[in-house]
């Protein structure tokens, strides 16, 4: 079973930590705001968005 370092249930969505929790952050970017702006958003922050 792979790692789950973020997780959706219904309305709540929880991290694992810090790195996670950005990674959390930009899929709630996505799905309120559209995924062109999540990417552009993790290139600005020179992250590596782990979409999962």
Known sequence: ???AYWIVQGNIVTSAGISAGIDMSLHLVERLAGRELAIATAR???FEWQQT
């Open 1 to 3: 079973m792979p790692k």
């Open 44 to 46: 600005q922050m020179e």
